[in-house]
């Protein structure tokens, strides 16, 4: 009994001294969506024919985080007028301004703060627009710090990025360089990655992406799949299971709440994009 009592005693002391060193616990939730950029070739699944069906959907959703790929820049900037309760970073990829697709990062503006952003590219030359290694296209990541509005945890750091989907080197190089920009971050910040990554859970390359963070699909038993994969190409029936878009996470500062792919369609009964999104809802901490 006495011997009980002392060890209830240092579960107590110990219990105390963790909340003391920890920030309080927050709830966000991300979505990663590849919204399939603006071609006319697409006829009746044309951005045209989505776009307000698009803006419908994440209101209804209201995500603290909608990360995007393959967004043009007339894309961005409809959806930045029509989501009001939003602000967004991020740069096109073949010039850093305009020209090319956007990994652009919209954020709910009354709770989220931007403390830092930067756009690198996915090559060998980070800090400027260029090709990287056999790519078949420019490929960019955008990186956000952000902070609460009002209290609560302390920054989150929000990665969102997409592969190229032709160059092998280019997909490897790609998880190394995001592998030592992940490494620095952590040191400071609870760490989140998205994105289109054009790449399956069964290759070396994903394994490669779980080195630093862990998919949030493997850390909970909250799961709600509208289909095993994450791409439809624009179709209504299949088997669909082609899981090619993530959101990772600090399994050390963070655990996933729940986990969940949806079937949005237009008004028409199309897809709303040739992709499926993700949504994760986490929770996590900062230690002091």
Same mark, same amino acid.
Request: charged share 25%; proline share 3%; glycine share 6%.
């Given at each position: 009994?006495?011997?009980?009592? =002392?060890?209830?005693?240092?579960?107590?002391?110990?219990?105390?001294?963790?909340?003391?060193?920890?920030?309080?616990?927050?709830?966000?939730?991300?979505?990663?969506?590849?919204?399939?950029?603006?071609?006319?070739?697409?006829?009746?699944?044309?951005?045209?024919?989505?776009?307000?069906?698009?803006?419908?959907?994440? $209101?209804?959703?209201?995500?603290?985080?909608?990360?995007?790929?393959?967004?043009?820049?007339?894309?961005?900037?409809?959806?930045?007028?029509?989501?009001?309760?939003?602000?967004?970073?991020?740069?096109?990829?073949?010039?850093?301004?305009?020209?090319?697709?956007?990994?652009?990062?919209?954020?709910?503006?009354?709770?989220?703060?931007?403390?830092?952003?930067?756009?690198?590219?996915?090559?060998?030359?980070?800090?400027?627009?260029?090709?990287?290694?056999?790519?078949?296209?420019?490929?960019?990541?955008?990186?956000?710090?952000?902070? $609460?509005?009002?209290?609560?945890?302390?920054?989150?750091?929000?990665?969102?990025?997409?592969?190229?989907?032709?160059?092998?080197?280019?997909?490897?190089?790609?998880?190394?360089?995001?592998?030592?920009?992940?490494?620095?971050?952590?040191?400071?910040?609870?760490?989140?990655?998205?994105?289109?990554?054009?790449?399956?859970?069964?290759?070396?390359?994903?394994?490669?992406?779980?080195?630093?963070?862990?998919?949030?699909?493997?850390?909970?038993?909250?799961?709600?799949?509208?289909?095993?994969?994450?791409?439809?190409?624009?179709?209504?029936?299949?088997?669909?299971?082609? $899981?090619?878009?993530?959101?990772?996470?600090?399994?050390?500062?963070?655990?996933?709440?729940?986990?969940?792919?949806?079937?949005?369609?237009?008004?028409?009964?199309?897809?709303?994009?040739?992709?499926?999104?993700?949504?994760?809802? =986490? =929770?996590?901490?900062?230690? $002091?």
């Amino acid at each position: 009994m006495y011997i009980s009592k =002392i060890l209830f005693f240092l579960l107590l002391i110990g219990v105390f001294f963790g909340f003391q060193n920890a920030d309080p616990v927050s709830s966000v939730k991300i979505m990663t969506y590849n919204i399939r950029l603006d071609f006319a070739g697409d006829d009746a699944n044309n951005w045209q024919h989505r776009r307000a069906d698009m803006v419908k959907y994440v $209101r209804e959703e209201q995500p603290d985080f909608f990360c995007i790929q393959e967004g043009l820049h007339l894309q961005v900037k409809y959806l930045a007028k029509n989501l009001k309760d939003y602000k967004y970073i991020g740069a096109a990829r073949d010039d850093g301004k305009k020209a090319g697709e956007y990994c652009a990062i919209f954020y709910r503006k009354e709770s989220w703060k931007v403390k830092k952003e930067e756009n690198f590219w996915l090559s060998e030359t980070p800090e400027k627009p260029s090709l990287g290694w056999d790519a078949a296209c420019f490929r960019v990541a955008t990186l956000g710090i952000f902070e $609460r509005v009002k209290g609560g945890v302390g920054s989150l750091a929000v990665l969102n990025t997409h592969f190229d989907h032709v160059g092998v080197q280019a997909r490897a190089e790609s998880v190394e360089l995001l592998n030592r920009k992940i490494a620095a971050l952590q040191k400071d910040y609870a760490t989140v990655l998205t994105g289109d990554f054009n790449l399956t859970p069964d290759t070396d390359l994903y394994a490669g992406l779980n080195e630093k963070l862990t998919d949030a699909y493997t850390l909970t038993e909250n799961v709600t799949e509208a289909h095993p994969g994450t791409f439809n190409g624009f179709k209504m029936k299949g088997d669909f299971a082609r $899981r090619i878009d993530y959101v990772f996470l600090d399994a050390e500062k963070m655990s996933v709440q729940s986990y969940r792919t949806e079937v949005p369609v237009t008004v028409e009964g199309r897809q709303l994009s040739d992709h499926f999104p993700v949504i994760v809802r =986490i =929770i996590f901490y900062n230690l $002091r």
